[in-house]
């Protein structure tokens, strides 16, 4: 079993900032990626960012502002740690934000999801 553990989300106005961390914890050893998702009232949960051991990639409307990065990997507890620095908000921003872990293959891929944090961007 895997546990994700969000934290960092709240209210801020336009133009600032939040920074969201998830702590994974549990059986962990073979992660693939990790990642955050969004999802707004009445839409679907979209992909905003992930981290794999090959680089980054990120949603087009979130490249530039959004930053994601994992903890220190000589650090055991920091490695499996990914966090999500978010600049320059804006209200279209808002949403329901959750942490993924992704294991698995291509034939056979699972996912693990946290239990989501709110970000509300005020204008």
């Known amino acids: 079993q895997v546990r994700l553990v969000e934290s960092g989300g709240g209210l801020v106005q336009a133009g600032g900032s939040l920074r969201l961390s998830c702590a994974a914890s549990?059986?962990?050893?073979?992660?693939?990626?990790m990642g955050w998702y969004r999802q707004a009232p009445g839409k679907q949960r979209d992909l905003v960012a992930v981290?794999?051991?090959?680089?980054?990639?990120?949603?087009?409307?979130v490249k530039g502002r959004f930053t994601i990065s994992r903890g220190n990997a000589k650090n055991t507890a920091a490695k499996n740690t990914v966090f999500l620095q978010m600049n320059s908000l804006k209200p279209e921003d808002t949403a329901v934000y959750y942490c993924?872990?992704?294991?698995?293959?291509?034939?056979?891929?699972?996912?693990?999801w946290g239990q989501g944090t709110q970000v509300t961007v005020s204008s």
């Open positions: 993924n872990a992704h294991f698995g293959t291509v034939a056979a891929p699972y996912d693990y």
């Open positions: 549990g059986s962990i050893s073979s992660i693939n990626a």
């Open positions: 981290i794999t051991s090959a680089g980054t990639n990120y949603a087009d409307s």
